[in-house]
């Protein structure tokens, strides 16, 4: 392809590597990649390399059963055989939900899984219930699943997600209660012996709420956290993906490690300062489904250091100063002085030059590019090259 001319600005592009397996060399096949770039004189200073989370986990085989989460509940959370298991807020998601759930109810096959769920939609905008159907609720209603099974169809998917994990629940052998209701407390009701909170970005909260009012009280980050097991993830059971029938990709081990390692590696043999980020699911709500796509606990699973400050995306408002300069009577050639003058001198967050009106983390916004490019379809490109955002070309 070559070296891209100046007047592209940022931009990404997917870069084809050969499939990953558990304990292959990552390190090297990335390194392989991006060597390519480099030969074909398209690799920079500034540059940004994103990797999917998911190659790195399994890249570490980094994988567990549902067997080993029925395990770890009854030998680390006091779960027994015929114990009441709470799960509340799941998400609903045969790829992210489904055999954690299948874990879960594994642990407790002559016992009781509750499920609450929240309505209309999960935390992260899939839809559960008919809108609708919620419309004509009350905000603090509660309603089983036998009284609104009918009203629970998604209209993309066309599959019944309630009715779903309810038949996920009894094929383990395990009483299965599925109701809705939006406030937390209510699954204390139902005096759960173990409380699961299963939503991400909101499960501290409600840890905090419900921890002195059941048993016992963790969340998804709580299970296959362990770093004594063979497999485990700082993150736990978030952001794990279903890798077969009976098997999870959790989370990847240390992604902060192997960022600095491949950024190393590149310095090294290219004499390239680039930066690395391991990219999950991007920060982005869908307009037709209402999805909001964040299933995984933040938009990057590791990175260098470059990002650990925070750092958010700075520029100006080239539309507004343009016009500005333009109702002054300035030239296209005296504008564009301007555009540059403004951008070297900077301004604050608060000021009305800075570029946008919504503040972003630069790492959440290259994590999020990195995911569209890619894309949940599996684009056979786990490698995004990211030009022209962290550094300007």
């Given at each position: 392809?070559?070296?891209l001319?100046?007047?592209?600005?940022?931009?990404a592009?997917?870069?084809?590597?050969?499939?990953?397996?558990?304990?292959?060399?990552?390190?090297?096949?990335?390194?392989?990649?991006?060597?390519?770039?480099?030969?074909?004189?398209?690799?920079?200073?500034?540059?940004?390399?994103?990797?999917?989370?998911?190659?790195v986990?399994?890249?570490?085989?980094?994988?567990?059963?549902?067997?080993?989460?029925?395990?770890?509940?009854?030998?680390?959370?006091?779960?027994?055989?015929?114990?009441?298991?709470g799960?509340?807020?799941?998400?609903?998601?045969?790829?992210?939900?489904?055999l954690?759930?299948?874990?879960?109810?594994?642990a407790?096959?002559?016992?009781?899984?509750?499920?609450?769920?929240?309505?209309?939609?999960?935390?992260?905008?899939?839809?559960?219930?008919?809108?609708e159907?919620?419309d004509?609720?009350?905000?603090?209603?509660?309603?089983?699943?036998?009284?609104?099974?009918?009203?629970?169809?998604?209209?993309?998917?066309?599959?019944?997600?309630?009715?779903?994990?309810q038949?996920?629940?009894?094929?383990?052998?395990?009483?299965?209660?599925?109701?809705?209701?939006?406030?937390?407390?209510?699954?204390?009701?139902?005096?759960?012996?173990?409380?699961?909170?299963?939503?991400i970005?909101?499960?501290?909260?409600?840890?905090?709420?419900?921890?002195?009012?059941?048993?016992?009280?963790?969340?998804?980050?709580?299970?296959c956290s362990?770093?004594?097991?063979?497999?485990?993830?700082?993150?736990?059971?978030?952001?794990?993906?279903?890798?077969?029938?009976?098997?999870?990709?959790?989370a990847?081990?240390?992604g902060?490690?192997?960022a600095?390692?491949?950024?190393?590696?590149?310095?090294?043999?290219?004499?390239?300062?680039?930066?690395?980020?391991?990219?999950?699911d991007?920060a982005?709500?869908?307009?037709?489904?209402?999805?909001?796509e964040?299933?995984?606990?933040?938009?990057?699973?590791?990175?260098t250091?470059?990002?650990?400050?925070?750092?958010?995306?700075?520029?100006?408002k080239?539309?507004?100063?343009?016009?500005?300069?333009?109702?002054?009577?300035?030239?296209?050639?005296?504008?564009?002085?301007?555009l540059?003058?403004?951008?070297?001198?900077?301004?604050?967050?608060?000021?009305?030059?800075?570029?946008?009106?919504?503040?972003?983390?630069?790492?959440?916004?290259?994590?999020?590019?990195?995911?569209?490019?890619?894309?949940?379809?599996?684009?056979?490109?786990p490698?995004?090259?990211?030009?022209?955002?962290?550094?300007?070309?």
């Amino acid at each position: 392809m070559g070296k891209l001319p100046d007047y592209v600005g940022p931009c990404a592009f997917g870069i084809k590597m050969g499939v990953i397996t558990p304990n292959c060399d990552l390190l090297g096949m990335v390194s392989e990649a991006v060597q390519q770039c480099d030969r074909d004189n398209f690799l920079d200073d500034g540059d940004v390399i994103c990797i999917t989370e998911s190659v790195v986990a399994r890249a570490q085989n980094n994988f567990v059963s549902t067997g080993d989460i029925a395990a770890e509940l009854r030998e680390k959370h006091n779960v027994k055989a015929d114990s009441r298991l709470g799960i509340l807020f799941p998400i609903t998601s045969r790829n992210r939900f489904a055999l954690i759930l299948k874990g879960f109810a594994k642990a407790v096959p002559q016992g009781e899984v509750v499920v609450q769920f929240s309505f209309p939609c999960d935390e992260v905008g899939n839809m559960i219930v008919l809108p609708e159907f919620a419309d004509s609720c009350e905000a603090d209603e509660i309603f089983s699943y036998e009284k609104i099974k009918n009203k629970c169809l998604h209209p993309i998917t066309k599959i019944d997600y309630p009715g779903y994990y309810q038949e996920i629940i009894e094929a383990e052998g395990a009483r299965a209660k599925i109701y809705f209701s939006n406030n937390p407390e209510t699954i204390t009701s139902y005096k759960p012996d173990c409380l699961i909170i299963s939503n991400i970005h909101d499960r501290v909260k409600k840890h905090k709420m419900l921890q002195d009012k059941v048993p016992r009280c963790i969340t998804l980050q709580n299970i296959c956290s362990d770093p004594s097991r063979p497999s485990w993830s700082v993150w736990g059971l978030l952001g794990s993906n279903m890798s077969s029938d009976n098997l999870l990709n959790l989370a990847p081990r240390d992604g902060d490690a192997f960022a600095l390692a491949v950024q190393k590696t590149i310095k090294d043999k290219l004499d390239k300062e680039v930066e690395v980020i391991i990219y999950g699911d991007g920060a982005y709500k869908d307009p037709v489904s209402g999805i909001y796509e964040l299933a995984d606990p933040q938009p990057s699973l590791g990175s260098t250091m470059a990002f650990k400050d925070g750092r958010m995306r700075e520029g100006v408002k080239y539309k507004m100063l343009a016009d500005t300069a333009f109702a002054e009577g300035k030239s296209p050639a005296e504008i564009e002085e301007i555009l540059a003058a403004s951008k070297k001198k900077g301004y604050g967050q608060h000021e009305i030059a800075s570029e946008g009106t919504t503040p972003r983390k630069l790492e959440d916004i290259i994590a999020s590019l990195a995911d569209l490019v890619s894309g949940s379809a599996d684009a056979g490109t786990p490698l995004i090259l990211v030009k022209g955002l962290f550094k300007e070309r």
